[in-house]
């Protein structure tokens, strides 16, 4: 059974950091790509920030692009999102993904596996 158990979460306030962690198991992590979306309340799920298998490219949301940063711990089968410099626009539930399809990830947005979100609030 695979499962993706999200953590960090919290409140935090303008302009301040927090650091999401994804635990991955009952998949072989080393072969998947990984990623993170995000849905604030009375929107829909958008993207984020993905990491390909091996950790040598990343993409991301031009919302986010130059304030989070994806990375990954094979070793650990753990992924994260580094987050700085937050604004109260990035307030939403933060869901991790994988996919052994790149595209799935990035273009389709309709990843194989999610977690079960946490909630990220950022105070003004």
């Known amino acids: 059974q695979v499962q993706l158990v999200e953590s960090g979460g919290g409140l935090v306030q303008t302009g301040g950091s927090l650091r999401l962690s994804c635990a991955a198991s009952?998949?072989?992590?080393?072969?998947?790509?990984m990623g993170w979306f995000r849905q604030a309340p009375g929107k829909d799920r958008e993207f984020v920030a993905a990491?390909?298998?091996?950790?040598?490219?990343?993409f991301y949301s031009d919302s986010v692009k130059g304030r989070f940063t994806i990375s990954r711990d094979n070793a650990k089968n753990a992924a994260y999102l580094q987050m700085n410099s937050l604004k109260p626009e990035d307030t939403a539930v933060y869901y991790c993904?994988?996919?052994?399809?790149?595209?799935?990830?990035?273009?389709?947005?309709?990843?194989?596996?999610w977690g079960q979100g946490t909630q990220v609030t950022v105070s003004s």
């Open positions: 990491i390909m298998w091996s950790g040598g490219n990343t």
């Open positions: 009952g998949i072989t992590f080393s072969r998947y790509n």
């Open positions: 993904a994988a996919d052994s399809t790149w595209g799935d990830l990035t273009v389709r947005h309709n990843p194989n596996y």
